[in-house]
């Protein structure tokens, strides 16, 4: 009889801490549970925050280069003239008199579009107009240039941006040439009717199949090589 009750007792006993020990643990969890929630949701309300500083230091990024880029047009942005040299104008168009020729590599101050592509500018205190074409690459100038392309030719703005202007101005005509890449004849003249297309130790040579045109174009590993048409 003794032994049966230490067996119960021992069985209760047992019983008891296995309860005690699982609820502890359940606590535990459920816990854990709480906080990392709570981190979760501290981490999203952080990541909310970061997407609206970075919205907001955006939009006074783009202000700050606006009111710099019209700061330095009202004081004028040095740029140098072309290796062709320039002509500085009374008027802002090629029928404008001569004011002043100005050699290569010559620094002059350019302000605002007056009339495109004429620029206002000061050359040795002489006030006129000079063409985009005849200034050297300069950031700040190629930013007005490429937004008011942007503005009136999305299109053309975009293939400069990946081909570059000569490239681009051919492609947007619809021209071809040796040496263009896959990607530029696609753009330029549209996906061909038929590809055939082989692949050796030599690389990869296709030929490109327009049936309307009868055009036929052939690329060395992704370059156009020789034309048929």
Known sequence: MKQLTLLIITILLTNLIFSQNLESIKSK??????KLEQIDLEILNLKEQRNSLRNQLTVLNSNKNKLELEQELLEGIKVKISAFGGVLRDKPNISGNTIVKIPSNETILVYNWYEKPYFKAVYKEKVGYISYSSLEKNERINSLVNKDLAEKNPKLANLIKRFGSRNAERIYKGEYWIGMTDVMARKSIGYPDDVNKSTGSWGVHEQWVYDKTKLY??????????IQN
């Open 217 to 226: 174009l052939y690329f060395e590993n992704g370059k156009l090589s020789s």
């Open 29 to 34: 969890t459920d816990s854990i549970t709480d």
